[in-house]
Protein backbone atom coordinates (compact mmCIF):
# COMPACT_ATOMS: atom_id res chain seq x y z
CA UNK A 1 0.00 0.00 0.00
CA UNK A 2 1.09 3.58 -0.71
CA UNK A 3 0.21 6.75 0.84
CA UNK A 4 0.65 10.17 0.32
CA UNK A 5 2.09 11.97 3.66
CA UNK A 6 0.21 15.28 4.04
CA UNK A 7 3.32 16.87 5.82
CA UNK A 8 5.34 16.09 2.63
CA UNK A 9 2.62 17.38 0.18
CA UNK A 10 5.20 19.37 -2.42
CA UNK A 11 3.75 22.34 -3.54
CA UNK A 12 5.17 22.46 -7.28
CA UNK A 13 6.14 25.34 -9.59
CA UNK A 14 9.37 27.29 -8.46
CA UNK A 15 7.41 30.46 -9.75
CA UNK A 16 4.77 30.03 -7.21
CA UNK A 17 7.61 30.62 -4.30
CA UNK A 18 8.18 33.54 -2.07
CA UNK A 19 9.97 36.69 -4.03
CA UNK A 20 12.93 35.91 -1.72
CA UNK A 21 12.63 32.10 -1.79
CA UNK A 22 12.54 33.15 -5.65
CA UNK A 23 15.80 35.32 -5.81
CA UNK A 24 18.01 32.33 -4.05
CA UNK A 25 17.01 29.92 -6.30
CA UNK A 26 17.96 32.40 -9.06
CA UNK A 27 20.71 33.39 -7.53
CA UNK A 28 22.48 29.62 -7.17
CA UNK A 29 21.19 28.47 -10.95
CA UNK A 30 23.00 31.95 -12.29
CA UNK A 31 26.07 30.76 -9.89
CA UNK A 32 26.10 27.11 -10.38
CA UNK A 33 24.24 26.53 -13.67
CA UNK A 34 27.14 26.10 -16.37
CA UNK A 35 28.73 23.31 -13.64
CA UNK A 36 25.92 21.78 -12.80
CA UNK A 37 23.44 19.75 -15.61
CA UNK A 38 20.78 19.60 -13.58
CA UNK A 39 19.30 20.89 -10.09
CA UNK A 40 16.80 20.27 -7.77
CA UNK A 41 14.90 21.67 -5.24
CA UNK A 42 13.15 20.30 -2.08
CA UNK A 43 9.52 20.81 -2.01
CA UNK A 44 7.72 22.44 0.18
CA UNK A 45 10.19 24.88 0.55
CA UNK A 46 9.60 25.70 4.21
CA UNK A 47 9.15 22.98 6.95
CA UNK A 48 5.86 22.66 8.84
CA UNK A 49 8.03 22.75 12.43
CA UNK A 50 9.79 25.58 11.08
CA UNK A 51 7.67 27.81 9.14
CA UNK A 52 9.45 31.38 8.93
CA UNK A 53 13.25 30.07 9.37
CA UNK A 54 14.13 28.00 7.09
CA UNK A 55 16.87 27.67 3.96
CA UNK A 56 16.50 26.98 0.47
CA UNK A 57 17.67 22.87 0.06
CA UNK A 58 18.88 22.12 -3.56
CA UNK A 59 20.33 18.95 -5.13
CA UNK A 60 23.21 19.87 -7.54
CA UNK A 61 24.22 17.48 -9.86
CA UNK A 62 27.80 17.73 -11.53
CA UNK A 63 31.18 16.08 -12.96
CA UNK A 64 32.17 15.17 -9.69
CA UNK A 65 33.57 11.75 -7.89
CA UNK A 66 31.07 12.00 -5.04
CA UNK A 67 28.64 13.77 -2.54
CA UNK A 68 29.57 17.11 -0.85
CA UNK A 69 27.49 19.47 0.87
CA UNK A 70 27.60 23.26 0.67
CA UNK A 71 26.57 26.31 2.73
CA UNK A 72 25.92 30.06 1.78
CA UNK A 73 24.91 32.52 3.91
CA UNK A 74 23.10 34.81 2.35
CA UNK A 75 24.82 38.43 3.05
CA UNK A 76 21.55 40.40 3.10
CA UNK A 77 20.03 39.64 6.38
CA UNK A 78 16.35 39.40 4.88
CA UNK A 79 18.20 37.02 1.90
CA UNK A 80 17.78 33.31 2.11
CA UNK A 81 20.75 30.49 2.87
CA UNK A 82 21.54 28.32 0.77
CA UNK A 83 22.02 24.58 1.66
CA UNK A 84 23.58 22.46 -1.76
CA UNK A 85 24.24 19.28 -1.46
CA UNK A 86 26.51 17.94 -5.11
CA UNK A 87 25.93 14.59 -6.67
CA UNK A 88 27.28 12.95 -9.21
CA UNK A 89 25.92 13.33 -12.46
CA UNK A 90 26.36 9.80 -13.09
CA UNK A 91 23.36 9.05 -10.53
CA UNK A 92 20.87 10.58 -13.28
CA UNK A 93 21.57 8.18 -15.33
CA UNK A 94 21.99 5.44 -12.75
CA UNK A 95 17.96 5.90 -11.63
CA UNK A 96 17.49 2.37 -9.81
CA UNK A 97 20.94 3.24 -8.00
CA UNK A 98 19.76 6.58 -7.02
CA UNK A 99 16.30 5.05 -5.69
CA UNK A 100 18.38 2.56 -3.29
CA UNK A 101 20.12 5.08 -1.84
CA UNK A 102 18.60 5.69 1.66
CA UNK A 103 18.16 9.74 2.34
CA UNK A 104 19.23 10.47 -1.52
CA UNK A 105 16.37 8.96 -2.98
CA UNK A 106 14.09 10.68 -0.96
CA UNK A 107 15.80 14.17 -1.49
CA UNK A 108 15.08 13.54 -5.17
CA UNK A 109 11.82 12.50 -5.21
CA UNK A 110 10.92 15.03 -3.08
CA UNK A 111 11.98 17.43 -5.09
CA UNK A 112 11.48 18.97 -8.26
CA UNK A 113 14.05 20.30 -11.02
CA UNK A 114 14.32 24.20 -11.37
CA UNK A 115 17.50 23.51 -13.63
CA UNK A 116 17.82 20.56 -16.39
CA UNK A 117 18.51 22.01 -19.50
CA UNK A 118 19.37 18.28 -20.75
CA UNK A 119 16.44 16.45 -19.02
CA UNK A 120 18.17 14.54 -17.31
CA UNK A 121 16.62 15.24 -14.46
CA UNK A 122 12.94 14.90 -15.90
CA UNK A 123 14.14 11.07 -17.30
CA UNK A 124 15.91 9.90 -14.21
CA UNK A 125 12.53 10.78 -12.22
CA UNK A 126 10.40 9.17 -14.46
CA UNK A 127 12.43 5.87 -13.92
CA UNK A 128 12.80 6.39 -10.44
CA UNK A 129 8.62 6.64 -10.00
CA UNK A 130 8.84 3.30 -12.11
CA UNK A 131 11.12 1.64 -9.84
CA UNK A 132 10.69 2.98 -6.57
CA UNK A 133 8.76 0.82 -4.81
CA UNK A 134 9.32 -2.59 -6.51
CA UNK A 135 11.00 -5.46 -3.97
CA UNK A 136 14.31 -5.59 -4.22
CA UNK A 137 14.97 -1.20 -4.38
CA UNK A 138 12.62 -1.23 -1.57
CA UNK A 139 14.25 -3.37 0.58
CA UNK A 140 18.06 -2.22 -0.15
CA UNK A 141 16.81 1.32 0.60
CA UNK A 142 15.52 -0.02 3.66
CA UNK A 143 18.79 -1.63 4.63
CA UNK A 144 20.36 2.04 3.98
CA UNK A 145 18.19 3.15 7.04
CA UNK A 146 18.49 0.50 8.86
CA UNK A 147 22.48 0.21 9.07
CA UNK A 148 22.43 3.57 10.20
CA UNK A 149 20.41 2.28 13.62
CA UNK A 150 22.60 -0.85 14.00
CA UNK A 151 25.84 1.30 13.45
CA UNK A 152 25.17 4.22 15.86
CA UNK A 153 23.70 1.56 18.47
CA UNK A 154 27.19 -0.30 17.73
CA UNK A 155 28.78 3.38 19.16
CA UNK A 156 27.30 3.69 22.61
CA UNK A 157 30.12 0.44 22.79
CA UNK A 158 32.98 3.19 22.95
CA UNK A 159 30.92 5.94 25.06
CA UNK A 160 29.89 4.05 28.08
CA UNK A 161 31.77 6.99 30.17
CA UNK A 162 30.04 9.97 28.28
CA UNK A 163 26.38 8.47 28.76
CA UNK A 164 25.02 11.67 27.64
CA UNK A 165 26.31 11.12 24.57
CA UNK A 166 25.73 7.35 24.51
CA UNK A 167 21.97 8.30 24.52
CA UNK A 168 22.36 10.92 21.55
CA UNK A 169 23.43 7.78 19.60
CA UNK A 170 19.84 6.79 20.28
CA UNK A 171 18.44 9.93 18.58
CA UNK A 172 20.19 8.81 15.20
CA UNK A 173 19.03 5.50 15.53
CA UNK A 174 15.43 6.17 16.28
CA UNK A 175 15.41 8.57 13.52
CA UNK A 176 16.59 5.58 11.11
CA UNK A 177 13.26 3.35 12.45
CA UNK A 178 11.21 6.54 11.57
CA UNK A 179 12.70 6.21 8.07
CA UNK A 180 11.69 3.18 7.56
CA UNK A 181 8.43 3.45 8.42
CA UNK A 182 8.17 6.52 6.43
CA UNK A 183 9.37 4.58 3.39
CA UNK A 184 6.87 1.84 4.15
CA UNK A 185 4.10 3.82 4.23
CA UNK A 186 4.72 5.56 0.73
CA UNK A 187 6.29 8.91 2.05
CA UNK A 188 9.79 10.69 2.00
CA UNK A 189 11.36 12.52 4.97
CA UNK A 190 14.25 13.73 3.64
CA UNK A 191 15.54 15.68 6.52
CA UNK A 192 14.39 13.29 9.12
CA UNK A 193 17.68 12.84 11.13
CA UNK A 194 17.46 16.70 12.33
CA UNK A 195 13.79 17.01 12.37
CA UNK A 196 12.25 13.08 13.01
CA UNK A 197 9.00 14.40 14.97
CA UNK A 198 7.15 15.83 12.55
CA UNK A 199 7.96 12.14 10.56
CA UNK A 200 6.89 10.32 13.17
CA UNK A 201 3.24 11.64 13.96
CA UNK A 202 2.70 10.97 10.51
CA UNK A 203 3.24 7.75 11.10
CA UNK A 204 0.60 7.47 14.16
CA UNK A 205 -1.57 9.72 12.13
CA UNK A 206 -1.78 6.62 9.20
CA UNK A 207 -1.05 3.62 11.45
CA UNK A 208 -2.65 4.63 14.69
CA UNK A 209 0.45 3.56 17.05
CA UNK A 210 1.25 5.56 19.62
CA UNK A 211 4.91 6.30 19.29
CA UNK A 212 5.96 9.70 20.25
CA UNK A 213 5.45 10.03 23.69
CA UNK A 214 7.71 7.05 24.42
CA UNK A 215 10.36 8.36 22.17
CA UNK A 216 10.45 11.64 23.84
CA UNK A 217 10.79 9.84 27.14
CA UNK A 218 13.69 7.70 25.64
CA UNK A 219 15.42 10.56 24.29
CA UNK A 220 15.24 13.03 27.14
CA UNK A 221 13.09 15.40 25.07
CA UNK A 222 11.48 17.18 28.03
CA UNK A 223 14.09 20.04 28.71
CA UNK A 224 13.76 23.58 28.01
CA UNK A 225 15.82 23.86 24.73
CA UNK A 226 16.80 27.70 25.33
CA UNK A 227 19.07 26.67 28.05
CA UNK A 228 21.23 25.46 25.17
CA UNK A 229 21.40 28.20 22.96
CA UNK A 230 24.68 29.83 25.60
CA UNK A 231 26.27 26.24 26.16
CA UNK A 232 26.08 25.75 22.37
CA UNK A 233 27.78 29.51 21.44
CA UNK A 234 30.23 29.02 24.28
CA UNK A 235 31.39 25.73 22.29
CA UNK A 236 31.08 26.77 19.00
CA UNK A 237 33.37 30.24 20.38
CA UNK A 238 36.20 27.51 21.82
CA UNK A 239 36.07 25.46 19.00
CA UNK A 240 36.56 28.60 16.44
CA UNK A 241 39.17 30.12 18.35
CA UNK A 242 41.39 27.61 18.54
CA UNK A 243 40.72 25.33 16.10
CA UNK A 244 40.86 26.96 12.39
CA UNK A 245 40.31 24.94 9.25
CA UNK A 246 43.93 22.80 9.01
CA UNK A 247 46.58 21.79 6.53
CA UNK A 248 44.62 19.02 5.53
CA UNK A 249 46.61 16.00 4.41
CA UNK A 250 46.00 14.07 1.25
CA UNK A 251 44.79 11.09 3.28
CA UNK A 252 41.52 13.12 4.76
CA UNK A 253 38.49 12.56 2.19
CA UNK A 254 36.97 15.85 0.40
CA UNK A 255 33.71 15.33 2.53
CA UNK A 256 34.72 15.77 5.89
CA UNK A 257 36.84 19.10 4.76
CA UNK A 258 33.64 20.32 3.52
CA UNK A 259 31.96 19.48 6.93
CA UNK A 260 34.61 20.96 8.46
CA UNK A 261 33.87 24.18 6.61
CA UNK A 262 30.06 24.28 6.85
CA UNK A 263 30.15 23.28 10.57
CA UNK A 264 32.75 25.95 11.81
CA UNK A 265 31.19 28.02 10.42
CA UNK A 266 29.69 31.25 12.74
CA UNK A 267 26.63 31.88 10.65
CA UNK A 268 25.48 28.14 10.44
CA UNK A 269 25.52 28.68 14.45
CA UNK A 270 23.46 31.07 14.85
CA UNK A 271 21.28 30.00 11.66
CA UNK A 272 20.88 26.78 13.40
CA UNK A 273 19.58 28.91 16.53
CA UNK A 274 17.18 31.12 14.50
CA UNK A 275 15.49 27.61 13.20
CA UNK A 276 14.83 26.36 16.60
CA UNK A 277 13.77 29.32 18.31
CA UNK A 278 10.92 29.59 15.15
CA UNK A 279 9.90 25.31 16.19
CA UNK A 280 9.59 26.72 19.67
CA UNK A 281 7.24 29.62 18.78
CA UNK A 282 5.30 27.26 16.88
CA UNK A 283 4.61 24.76 19.83
CA UNK A 284 7.89 22.48 19.08
CA UNK A 285 10.10 22.27 21.99
CA UNK A 286 10.86 19.13 21.46
CA UNK A 287 12.42 19.52 18.03
CA UNK A 288 14.21 22.02 18.46
CA UNK A 289 16.05 20.27 21.32
CA UNK A 290 16.43 17.47 18.67
CA UNK A 291 17.62 19.59 16.31
CA UNK A 292 20.09 21.69 18.55
CA UNK A 293 21.81 18.29 20.03
CA UNK A 294 23.08 17.10 16.18
CA UNK A 295 24.58 20.50 16.01
CA UNK A 296 26.58 20.44 19.45
CA UNK A 297 27.92 16.90 18.62
CA UNK A 298 29.17 17.83 14.98
CA UNK A 299 30.55 21.10 16.77
CA UNK A 300 32.45 18.62 19.26
CA UNK A 301 33.95 16.91 16.37
CA UNK A 302 35.64 19.70 15.58
CA UNK A 303 38.82 19.18 17.45
CA UNK A 304 38.91 15.76 17.23
CA UNK A 305 39.00 16.22 13.18
CA UNK A 306 41.64 18.53 13.81
CA UNK A 307 43.72 16.46 15.57
CA UNK A 308 43.23 13.59 12.90
CA UNK A 309 44.54 15.98 10.29
CA UNK A 310 47.68 17.22 12.41
CA UNK A 311 48.18 12.87 12.34
CA UNK A 312 47.62 12.68 8.71
CA UNK A 313 44.97 10.37 8.78
CA UNK A 314 41.77 10.03 7.46
CA UNK A 315 38.56 10.21 9.21
CA UNK A 316 34.37 10.51 8.50
CA UNK A 317 33.39 13.84 9.99
CA UNK A 318 30.72 12.23 12.74
CA UNK A 319 31.31 8.83 13.14
CA UNK A 320 34.28 8.91 15.96
CA UNK A 321 37.44 6.85 15.44
CA UNK A 322 37.82 6.35 18.98
CA UNK A 323 35.85 6.68 22.42
CA UNK A 324 34.77 10.74 22.60
CA UNK A 325 35.29 11.37 25.85
CA UNK A 326 39.28 10.63 26.39
CA UNK A 327 39.68 12.24 22.79
CA UNK A 328 37.93 15.66 23.90
CA UNK A 329 39.96 15.50 27.17
CA UNK A 330 43.05 15.53 25.47
CA UNK A 331 42.16 17.90 22.80
CA UNK A 332 39.51 20.49 24.15
CA UNK A 333 38.40 19.83 27.42
CA UNK A 334 36.50 22.87 28.37
CA UNK A 335 33.55 22.00 26.19
CA UNK A 336 32.81 18.96 27.75
CA UNK A 337 30.91 20.18 30.51
CA UNK A 338 28.79 22.22 27.71
CA UNK A 339 28.16 19.48 25.57
CA UNK A 340 27.12 17.78 28.46
CA UNK A 341 24.41 20.28 29.50
CA UNK A 342 23.17 20.61 25.84
CA UNK A 343 22.96 16.43 25.84
CA UNK A 344 20.96 16.62 29.01
CA UNK A 345 20.35 19.71 30.38
CA UNK A 346 20.84 18.95 34.20
CA UNK A 347 19.11 15.85 34.02
CA UNK A 348 21.07 12.58 34.74
CA UNK A 349 22.03 9.77 32.64
CA UNK A 350 23.62 7.00 33.97
CA UNK A 351 23.99 3.55 31.86
CA UNK A 352 20.84 1.99 32.98
CA UNK A 353 19.35 4.27 31.04
CA UNK A 354 20.85 4.11 27.87
CA UNK A 355 20.49 0.29 27.94
CA UNK A 356 16.44 1.11 28.58
CA UNK A 357 16.48 3.21 25.88
CA UNK A 358 18.06 0.64 23.56
CA UNK A 359 15.40 -1.45 24.50
CA UNK A 360 12.93 1.11 23.13
CA UNK A 361 14.82 2.07 19.89
CA UNK A 362 14.38 -1.56 19.33
CA UNK A 363 11.15 -1.39 19.94
CA UNK A 364 9.95 1.23 17.62
CA UNK A 365 12.29 -0.45 15.00
CA UNK A 366 10.35 -3.84 15.37
CA UNK A 367 7.13 -1.89 15.81
CA UNK A 368 7.17 -0.37 12.65
CA UNK A 369 8.67 -3.26 11.21
CA UNK A 370 5.84 -5.33 12.34
CA UNK A 371 3.50 -2.49 10.64
CA UNK A 372 4.80 -3.16 7.92
CA UNK A 373 4.63 -6.84 7.85
CA UNK A 374 0.74 -6.63 8.31
CA UNK A 375 0.20 -4.41 5.40
CA UNK A 376 1.85 -7.17 3.10
CA UNK A 377 5.73 -6.19 2.57
CA UNK A 378 8.14 -8.78 3.13
CA UNK A 379 11.14 -8.13 5.75
CA UNK A 380 13.96 -10.38 6.31
CA UNK A 381 14.60 -11.28 9.90
CA UNK A 382 16.45 -8.04 11.11
CA UNK A 383 19.77 -8.33 13.39
CA UNK A 384 20.76 -7.48 16.86
CA UNK A 385 21.33 -3.90 17.23
CA UNK A 386 23.81 -4.15 20.30
CA UNK A 387 26.50 -1.87 21.62
CA UNK A 388 30.42 -3.02 20.26
CA UNK A 389 32.13 -4.86 22.65
CA UNK A 390 35.67 -4.20 23.29
CA UNK A 391 36.79 -7.70 23.37
CA UNK A 392 35.63 -7.90 19.27
CA UNK A 393 38.50 -7.46 16.63
CA UNK A 394 38.49 -3.73 15.31
CA UNK A 395 37.87 -4.68 12.10
CA UNK A 396 34.96 -6.19 13.17
CA UNK A 397 32.91 -3.05 14.31
CA UNK A 398 31.86 -1.99 10.77
CA UNK A 399 30.08 -5.49 10.47
CA UNK A 400 26.16 -6.30 10.81
Known sequence: MVLALDVLEPVRGAAGLARVDRRAVESAIAHDGAKAVA?????PITDRVSPRAYDVDLMMFAALPAF???RRHAADPQ???LDITWYPQSLLEQPEKLAQLGLAAHRFMASEAVHDPQGLSAACRAAMQACFHRADIRAARWNVFLDVGWKT??????TWDFPELARFWLHMASSSCIALGIDGLGG??????TR???YLEEIEAQTGLALRAEVIETLGLDQAPEDTFAPLRRIHRVVSQRF????????MRKLTRAEYAYTIAADELEFRIAVARDMLAHGQPESALHYLRFWAYSLARIPMIHARAAEGVDAAFLQPETAVLPDLRQHCPEIVDDLRRVLAGGAEVDAAQVRRGIDSVVRL???????LRSRGFAMRPLPEWAPFRPQQRQSDRGQP
Open 39 to 43: IQLRT
Open 68 to 70: LPE
Open 79 to 81: GRS
Open 153 to 158: VREIGI
Open 188 to 193: FCPNVF
Open 196 to 198: PLP
Open 244 to 251: AEPRWPDA
Open 365 to 371: RDTLAGE
